[in-house]
């Protein structure tokens, strides 16, 4: 069964430019979470779908970081524009439908982001 | 005041020796939790979910205490392969996952 995948693995981009961030779920995961790491610092929670819907959006950072998860299947993150403080590893986890016993997030492997 | 705790290390220990990482949570409604390990430059993976009654796996062994609210993860003979972070992790039920700012471990030959 394929994990959590997503791409790009790496982007560099300058501030001001746009970069859209994909992650593909488990398939069947109704939950698709977006986390980021900014070096130094904990992994912290930027949004939960659930399926189609924002479950909870209270840790995008500002009005820059617009998410979507159309048809309840992939999600991707935008930036735009990217300021340098953007920078760090963006990960996206999933997990199966919440419930005892089933909380449990895989996460992708991924974006390093670097704004210059 | 953080939602999850943790003492950010480093802790350096020999090959060998037994470790223990604490974890503290502000938020009482807090229902399940989890240890996370992730290596240096890779994704957090689950190392073990954490039970009120304790619960062993292999060299591991994790506790809850909900009336302390703390949060313990115990490594017995530490193999120099344990060496990454530990990241204690927290979800009420229904909401998001919220995770600890992570012990790092380095176990020395």
């Known amino acids: 069964e394929a994990g959590v995948t997503q791409f790009p693995s790496h982007s560099v981009i300058e501030k001001g430019q746009t970069v859209t961030l994909r992650c593909d779920p488990i398939s069947g995961h109704d939950n698709l979470y977006w986390y980021r790491r900014v070096m130094g610092k904990e992994i912290k929670f930027l949004l939960h779908f659930v399926k189609e819907s924002k479950q909870d959006e209270s840790g995008m950072p500002n009005n820059r970081f617009l998410a979507e998860r159309t048809g309840g299947t992939y999600s991707t993150l935008k930036v735009q524009p990217a300021e340098l403080e953007d920078s760090g590893v963006y990960f996206c986890?999933?997990?199966?439908?919440?419930?005892?016993?089933?909380?449990?997030?895989?996460f992708g492997s991924g974006t390093q982001l670097s704004v210059l | 005041r953080k939602e999850v705790e943790q003492d950010p290390g480093p802790f350096n220990v020999p090959e060998g020796a037994t470790v223990a990482f604490n974890c503290t949570y502000s938020?009482?409604?807090?229902?399940?939790f989890f240890w996370y390990r992730q290596d240096c430059r890779k994704e957090p993976k689950l190392l073990m979910s954490?039970?009120?009654s304790g619960n062993e796996d292999g060299r591991f062994t994790a506790q809850l205490n909900r009336a302390s609210q703390y949060i313990s993860l115990l490594i017995r003979d530490s193999k120099l392969s344990d060496s990454a972070t530990y990241l204690c992790v927290g979800i009420r039920y229904g909401q998001n996952f919220v995770f600890g700012p992570g012990t790092r471990l380095s176990v020395l030959p």
């Open positions: 938020n009482s409604a807090s229902q399940s």
């Open positions: 986890a999933s997990s199966p439908r919440l419930g005892a016993g089933n909380e449990k997030l895989f």
């Open positions: 954490v039970y009120s």
